[in-house]
């Protein structure tokens, strides 16, 4: 607790930055007509197997590619597509409504998260997010945006510090299809102890000479 506070004090707040995820853990995509995974997921569990665990890994969703175009055309046949999608099984399966926990290296002041995702009015039964259930923070509700195909949305993360944020994301209606996650705020790295030192004996050593020059004067 003591650490945190300290860097407070000591640092100029820094402006909020894009926060760098260290890895995410979430389900995977499924499959309708074609697959909707997380194609580029590099850490533990089956990129290829619908809503397998997938840990400590980064992929798609923190690539630094936005999908600028609707599912219906940037989700091809064969090959991965930009998008991760998850369907809520109105059959009566599992409910797939991801949690998605993203974990940083090192403590952040939270901003606020972006998602951006598909807004295809429900063609082919998927539709905008509706509900975002940040774990630490409670549930934020999202109206439909202004006409259909890709944007955001902005779940406000203020007060929430840490290294580890968790999100489920509820959607209006069968799928969600999300292209990529960002996270902003503010680092609470403080220097190391060593740097502090030295910070310390420099101002004892500044202090020093004004007061002997003060003395020549
Ligand atoms: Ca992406
Ligand atoms: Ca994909």
């Known amino acids: 607790m003591l650490a945190p506070l300290l860097g407070t004090c000591l640092l100029a707040p820094a402006a909020a930055s894009l926060i760098p995820v260290a890895s995410y853990d979430m389900l995977n995509g ?93 063609q ?28 955001s949305i902005g779940v406000d993360l203020t007060g929430l510090s840490g290294n580890v944020v968790s999100l489920q994301l509820v959607g209006a209606d069968q799928w969600q299809f999300v292209s990529e996650i960002e996270f902003f705020g503010s680092s609470l790295a403080v220097p190391a102890p060593g740097a502090l030192g030295l910070v310390g004996l420099g101002t004892f050593a500044a202090a020093s000479l004004r007061r002997r020059r003060s003395w020549r004067a």
Do not use: C, K, M
Request: charged share 15%; net charge negative; hydrophobic share 30%.
């Open 124 to 151: 082919g039964g998927v539709d905008h997010i509706q509900r975002v259930d940040v774990a630490q923070r409670g549930v934020q509700s999202f109206g439909d945006p202004a006409g259909s195909g890709p944007t």
């Open 30 to 122: 499924g499959s309708g007509t074609y697959n909707y995974w997380d194609d580029s997921y590099d850490g533990a569990g089956s990129r290829t197997t619908d809503y397998a665990a997938l840990t400590g890994g980064t992929g798609q969703l923190t690539d630094g590619i936005i999908a600028s175009a609707p599912y219906s055309v940037v989700e091809p046949a064969a090959g991965p597509g930009p998008y991760v999608g998850w369907r809520y099984n109105v059959f009566g399966g599992p409910y797939i409504y991801p949690v998605i926990t993203f974990s940083f290296a090192g403590d952040y002041s939270f901003d606020q998260a972006v998602i951006h995702f598909d807004d295809a009015d429900g």
